[in-house]
């Protein structure tokens, strides 16, 4: 499907930029310094990439201010205050058109009583059972699953065999990717007198908000007795495990192979980097941030603000200095060998000489 062709006065008006060069060149599409040709806009975001910046080809270039004057490279620029919501802006332009599907495929099946809004297009071998009510302008793909009485705000954007469960409620323009699982119960067991584990109920919902974003394979739970509840705006990676209770803030930042573990309260504005695990009953603090592959042990809170690494997670600089110390041991320990083999020497010439 062929991509948007722009001016670059065009995208010079689009991002609010200012444009130096021929505001005539047409360009076709977006691209990296180091494969951008002619008839391409690329981008210079740091002065980390000057070198392929003067080798490039491109017609153009996206610049910040403070770059906007080196030497060499595309004699066409437009230039930003904010380079990377001006490139956001102008991928989203370039991006292929086409026409938004609308209907139902005749190989959907659709319970009589759900309500489907207007302009919705629900794909082949989508399942919509008794009681959902799906907003205006919903894009459910083929495979998806939307249990009785989930309700789904418009714009949504339903993924190839993702899945809705019963008590699941959707704000507007939530997208689920392929295969996301959103409101299935809970890891939760009780071992009883015979040994055996027996599931415990889960009659919680699942909340997503507006804005919110779920990724391939990533699952949110519904509560057990309380709700689950991922905020307003807040993005989660693929591969993501949300479980039981947890109210996630607004505007968070979750990324692939993480673990958040049952009645967790997160704030908003968090980062939480790939590979993190956050033990149940956690407090995390509005705009902390948790490293990749920390482990955050609870019962416990980690601060507002804080920035926290390692296993078990702690202040940063402090994992730092602990990872430095570390890493001179070698050192120390070679010295203490070499101190120990002399002291071995000396010792033996002492029982040598005695004898």
Same mark, same amino acid.
């Given at each position: 499907?062929?991509?948007?062709?722009?001016?670059?006065?065009?995208?010079?008006?689009?991002?609010?930029?200012?444009?130096?060069?021929?505001?005539?060149?047409?360009?076709?599409?977006?691209?990296?310094?180091?494969?951008?040709?002619?008839?391409?806009?690329?981008?210079?975001?740091?002065?980390?990439?000057?070198?392929?910046?003067?080798?490039?080809?491109?017609?153009?270039?996206?610049?910040?201010?403070?770059?906007?004057?080196?030497?060499?490279?595309?004699?066409?620029?437009?230039?930003?205050?904010?380079?990377?919501?001006?490139?956001?802006?102008?991928?989203?332009?370039?991006?292929?058109?086409?026409?938004?599907?609308?209907?139902?495929?005749?190989? =959907?099946? @659709?319970? +009589?009583?759900?309500?489907? #809004?207007? /302009?919705?297009?629900? %794909? &082949?071998? $989508? !399942?919509?059972?008794? *009681?959902?009510?799906?907003?205006?302008?919903?894009?459910?793909?083929?495979? =998806?699953? @939307?249990? +009785?009485?989930?309700?789904? #705000?418009? /714009?949504?954007?339903? %993924? &190839?065999? $993702? !899945?809705?469960?019963? *008590?699941?409620?959707?704000?507007?323009?939530?997208?689920?990717?392929?295969? =996301?699982?959103?409101?299935?119960?809970?890891?939760?067991?009780?071992?009883?007198?015979? %040994?055996?584990?027996?599931?415990?109920?889960?009659?919680?919902?699942?909340?997503?908000?507006?804005?919110?974003?779920?990724?391939?394979?990533?699952?949110?739970?519904?509560?057990?007795?309380?709700?689950?509840?991922? %905020?307003?705006?807040?993005?989660?990676?693929?591969?993501?495990?949300?479980?039981?209770?947890?109210?996630?803030?607004?505007?968070?930042?979750?990324?692939?192979?993480?673990?958040?573990?049952?009645?967790?309260?997160?704030?908003?504005?968090?980062?939480?980097?790939?590979?993190?695990?956050?033990?149940?009953?956690?407090?995390?603090?509005?705009?902390?941030?948790?490293?990749?592959?920390?482990?955050?042990?609870?019962?416990?809170?980690?601060?507002?603000?804080?920035?926290?690494?390692?296993?078990?997670?702690?202040?940063?600089?402090?994992?730092?200095?602990?990872?430095?110390?570390?890493?001179?041991?070698?050192?120390?320990?070679?010295?203490?060998?070499?101190?120990?083999?002399?002291?071995?020497?000396?010792?033996?010439?002492?029982?040598?000489?005695?004898?």
């Amino acid at each position: 499907m062929p991509s948007a062709r722009l001016t670059a006065r065009a995208v010079a008006t689009l991002v609010g930029g200012r444009l130096e060069g021929d505001g005539d060149l047409l360009l076709q599409h977006l691209a990296p310094l180091d494969r951008a040709g002619p008839d391409a806009l690329t981008f210079l975001l740091t002065p980390k990439y000057l070198a392929a910046f003067r080798a490039t080809r491109a017609g153009a270039v996206l610049v910040p201010e403070q770059l906007a004057s080196e030497p060499g490279g595309p004699a066409t620029r437009i230039i930003v205050a904010a380079p990377d919501e001006a490139l956001a802006e102008v991928a989203a332009a370039f991006m292929p058109g086409g026409s938004r599907p609308k209907g139902v495929d005749p190989a =959907a099946r @659709i319970a +009589a009583d759900a309500l489907i #809004g207007a /302009d919705s297009w629900v %794909g &082949p071998f $989508a !399942v919509i059972e008794g *009681g959902a009510r799906i907003g205006a302008r919903a894009r459910i793909a083929a495979g =998806a699953s @939307i249990g +009785a009485g989930v309700t789904l #705000g418009d /714009d949504c954007d339903i %993924g &190839p065999n $993702a !899945v809705c469960y019963a *008590g699941t409620t959707l704000g507007h323009r939530v997208v689920l990717k392929a295969g =996301a699982v959103v409101g299935g119960p809970g890891f939760g067991y009780l071992r009883g007198t015979d %040994g055996q584990h027996r599931r415990t109920p889960h009659l919680g919902a699942c909340v997503l908000q507006d804005d919110v974003e779920i990724g391939s394979g990533a699952c949110v739970d519904r509560g057990s007795f309380d709700d689950t509840i991922v %905020g307003q705006g807040t993005k989660i990676d693929n591969l993501v495990q949300i479980a039981h209770n947890v109210r996630l803030g607004a505007r968070c930042l979750v990324m692939a192979t993480s673990g958040i573990a049952g009645s967790c309260r997160i704030g908003d504005d968090v980062v939480i980097a790939g590979g993190v695990g956050i033990a149940d009953h956690v407090i995390v603090g509005d705009s902390a941030v948790i490293g990749a592959k920390s482990v955050v042990f609870g019962p416990g809170t980690v601060p507002a603000g804080a920035v926290v690494t390692g296993y078990p997670a702690r202040p940063h600089r402090t994992f730092l200095r602990g990872q430095a110390a570390l890493y001179r041991l070698a050192a120390i320990i070679d010295d203490l060998e070499r101190i120990s083999a002399e002291r071995r020497d000396s010792d033996a010439a002492h029982r040598r000489s005695d004898s």
